[in-house]
């Protein structure tokens, strides 16, 4: 059988059924998401303009020093509220390597938020190893609008542990477990 690349290559007809499905586009948007922020939210809607299917992927390990507020589980649960209304959105957990996650699930980009510079040393090294490590995935990185710019999972946690009102920066799913949880 001959592949569709191959046909491409050499300028032979692409049927229209097979150059829809080579098309898919699959992002996988990885993070802690713990929990899931209004600028999360953002970064991920914003993929709907390119992409035909977002994933979020959630790690299963901690990426921050501190406990997790949320198990993995609970944050999926937020995560799949949130986007509820989203067909083309999916949430999922993972564990490894996030070049072997990407390759199981068929995706080209990777998304990545960035807010401000000191985001960027951290996620350019990122981007630079998993390109070493897989050179068909790209990472692709997505600025927020200007209200979420400041806006970051450990401040809305740090915030919201010490009494402050954080019912601005996350959607009511996430604001009523952040309650329940620290006010328990
Ligand atoms: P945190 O939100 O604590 O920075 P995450 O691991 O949950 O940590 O973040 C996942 C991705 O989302 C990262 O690329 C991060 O830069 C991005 N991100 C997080 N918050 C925002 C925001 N307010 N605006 C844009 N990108 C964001």
Redesign the pocket.
Known sequence: MRSRSADRQKGRPVTRKSASAERTVVAI??????PV????E??ARRCLSFADQVIIAV?QHA??AKKPLFTVQERLEMLREVFAGEKRIACTAFDGLLVDFARERGARFV?????AVS?FEY?FQMAQMNRELSADLETLF???DLA???????LVREVASLGGDVSRFVSQPVFRRLEKRLRA
């Open positions: 948007y990885p993070g802690s998401f713990d922020t209004l600028g999360h953002d970064i790690t990426t921050h998304i990545r938020g960035l807010r985001d996620e997505l600025i927020p979420f710019s400041f806006l970051s999972a450990s």
